[in-house]
Every structure is written in structure tokens, then in C-alpha cells.
């Protein structure tokens, strides 16, 4: 049944206008559907919902996300205590630190994906790269078939080995394939700042 909501929620996302946020490259984030499946399955959607739209500060306090977040304990306490005593902070901190596109298209986040708030895992794997920039570039601007066979996204993504074998094997070769994984995993506002991503 969650899978069923999951796939319905995603399948009305990809059908509307695109304008207000991308999904990641073209397949959906394996992760992001685990966690609110998860979240779902566990009765904590809600719970998860308030701490996103608040950006409550226990997040940025938890390091998940850059910067200070909103100090509301009234609203923020008690749907925090909720998800720690369900014990599922963790399937929330993987919906937010990998700025799951879902949030847009649920509304508990408003802007673009370049606008939301950057997890440390995002500036780490951008610093990571270093020489490997263009590399990564060609790989996640042509949705390279290989990422989505590699489990980094789901659907088929596009198969152009001309293009994408060069990419891969430099990232394998320079042993930072795994900063390119994390920035197409965590759907990071900096691949739509740098315009890699739309």
C-alpha cells in the first residue's frame, strides 16, 4: 500500500509543471522513497512534515543542514519527541539531508532545489570533486545510464557511451566517484546553482 502511495505521489509529481523543482537528474532517489516509505509506515509523515516546513533548528542543531534553522519548541519539540520515540529521526534526517524532491512536490518545502537548505554531506562531496568537476558535470547533466545501473537513481537514465564511459572511468580512476554519488543522491542545491541540474 505505501509503495502504491509512494509511486502515486511521485507518478502526479513527474506529471506536473517542473518549473518549481527538478527531480534529480530523470529517475527517483532509492533513498528518498525508503525513507517516507518508512516514515509513512510508521505513522510519522505528519511528525516529519512539521519539522521540514518549520526548518526547525533541532535539524541544523543535529548537523543535518547548514545554518541555524527556526527556534519554535511549541511546534518543533513535540513532533520531534514523536519521531525519536518511533525511532524514526532517521528515515526524517535522509528526506532533509538529501533534499528529496518529495518535499517540493508535498509542499512542506517551497522555491527550487537550489534554494533549500545544503547538508554537510553536499559541501563534502562539492570539496571532494576538486579536478573532477567537468567529469562529474558531463555525468549528471546527461543523466548517464550507468548512475541509475549503479542503484544512484531508479528508471534507465540515458545510454550514451561516447559521453558518459570517459566521465565514469575518470571519476573511478581519480577515486571520487563516491563525491559524485553523494551529489546526485542528496540532490544537492549545488548542482542547480551550477546549472548542471534544472
Known amino acids: 500500500?505505501?509503495?502504491?502511495?509512494?509511486?502515486?505521489?511521485?507518478?502526479?509529481?513527474?506529471?506536473?509543471?517542473?518549473?518549481?523543482?527538478?527531480?534529480?537528474?530523470?529517475?527517483?532517489?532509492?533513498?528518498?522513497?525508503?525513507?517516507?516509505?518508512?516514515?509513512?509506515?510508521?505513522?510519522?509523515l505528519k511528525n516529519a512534515e512539521v519539522?521540514?516546513?518549520?526548518?526547525?533548528?533541532?535539524?541544523?542543531n543535529e548537523g543535518w543542514l547548514a545554518g541555524a534553522g527556526v527556534a519554535n519548541p511549541a511546534v518543533?519539540?513535540?513532533?520531534?519527541?514523536?519521531?525519536?520515540?518511533?525511532?524514526?529521526?532517521?528515515?526524517?534526517?535522509?528526506?532533509?539531508?538529501?533534499?528529496?524532491?518529495?518535499?517540493v512536490a508535498q509542499g512542506w518545502r517551497t522555491g527550487t532545489a537550489a534554494a533549500s537548505p545544503s547538508s554537510q554531506e553536499c559541501?563534502?562531496?562539492?570539496?571532494?570533486l576538486s579536478a573532477q568537476q567537468k567529469n562529474a558535470e558531463v555525468l549528471?547533466?546527461?543523466?548517464?545510464?550507468i548512475m541509475h545501473k549503479q542503484g544512484w537513481l531508479e528508471g534507465p537514465g540515458v545510454a550514451n557511451p561516447a559521453v558518459c564511459a570517459p566521465a565514469w572511468n575518470a571519476l573511478v580512476a581519480a577515486k571520487v566517484i563516491v563525491h559524485a554519488r553523494e551529489l546526485v543522491t542528496r540532490n544537492c542545491p549545488v548542482l542547480y546553482t551550477q546549472g548542471w541540474l534544472k
Open 1 to 44: 500500500m505505501m509503495k502504491t502511495t509512494y509511486a502515486a505521489v511521485i507518478g502526479l509529481y513527474l506529471l506536473a509543471p517542473q518549473a518549481a523543482h527538478a527531480q534529480a537528474a530523470t529517475g527517483v532517489i532509492p533513498q528518498c522513497k525508503a525513507a517516507w516509505n518508512t516514515l509513512a509506515n510508521g505513522g510519522q
Open 76 to 103: 518543533c519539540a513535540p513532533a520531534w519527541n514523536a519521531l525519536v520515540a518511533a525511532k524514526l529521526t532517521a528515515a526524517v534526517k535522509e528526506l532533509v539531508t538529501r533534499n528529496c524532491p518529495i518535499l
Open 51 to 60: 519539522l521540514v516546513r518549520t526548518d526547525c533548528a533541532i535539524m541544523h
Open 123 to 128: 559541501a563534502t562531496a562539492w570539496n571532494g
Open 140 to 145: 549528471i547533466k546527461t543523466d548517464c545510464a
